[in-house]
């Protein structure tokens, strides 16, 4: 196992599929504990921010999620569509300017977002927030999975609901 230190910089093998299960098939010692996500966030944070993090790679699986306090997702919930979407638009500058900052420094972000079918409404507005991280430089594949309708699916066999890799191992 490489050290902490290194596993903000994936090797090539290790960013695809085979190492996202690799992460996955650690151990709770070798990885950390699984995090509730106001801390998975709080770590998250830390690591994008640390100089020494060139990839975060990030897999999503959760079909419907919470993010209250990020405006376009409050007008969402409210049901307020038009104004979600008005606002996503006017948090652009913003994004843009994470991401120019995040080039400067030679990060990647890469993300695969699982799906299922029928999508929720939650996966739909999250869709058009994908569209505009992949428009500023973000590289996203969706992946689709192949549910019930009316329930939510587990994620594939093995996969945390959420996950990164930056300084830190922390799952939730």
Same mark, same amino acid.
């Given at each position: ?22 992460l996955v098939g650690l151990s709770e010692a070798e990885r950390?504990? @699984? ?15 640390? $100089? ?34 008005? @606002? @996503? ?13 995040? $080039? ?21 507005? $999250? ?28 994620p594939p066999a093995g996969f945390p609901n959420l996950s ?9």
């Amino acid at each position: 196992m490489r050290d902490a230190g290194d596993v903000g910089q994936p090797r090539d093998a290790e960013a695809g599929p085979d190492g996202i299960r690799r992460l996955v098939g650690l151990s709770e010692a070798e990885r950390g504990p @699984l995090l509730p996500v106001s801390d998975y966030l709080e770590a998250f944070r830390e690591d994008y921010a640390h $100089e020494s993090v060139s990839v975060v790679d990030k897999v999503e699986c959760g079909q419907h999620f919470r993010e209250p306090g990020f405006a376009s997702w409050d007008a969402f919930n409210r049901g307020a569509w038009r104004e979600s979407m008005a @606002l @996503l638009m006017d948090e652009r500058p913003k994004m843009a300017r994470q991401f120019s900052a995040a $080039e400067q420094r030679g990060l990647r972000l890469r993300r695969v977002r699982y799906i299922e079918l029928p999508v929720s409404d939650y996966v739909v507005w $999250e869709m058009a927030v994908l569209r505009q991280r992949v428009d500023l430089g973000e590289q996203v594949r969706v992946l689709v999975g192949q549910g019930r309708p009316g329930f939510q699916a587990p994620p594939p066999a093995g996969f945390p609901n959420l996950s990164f890799s930056g300084r830190t191992r922390s799952l939730s």
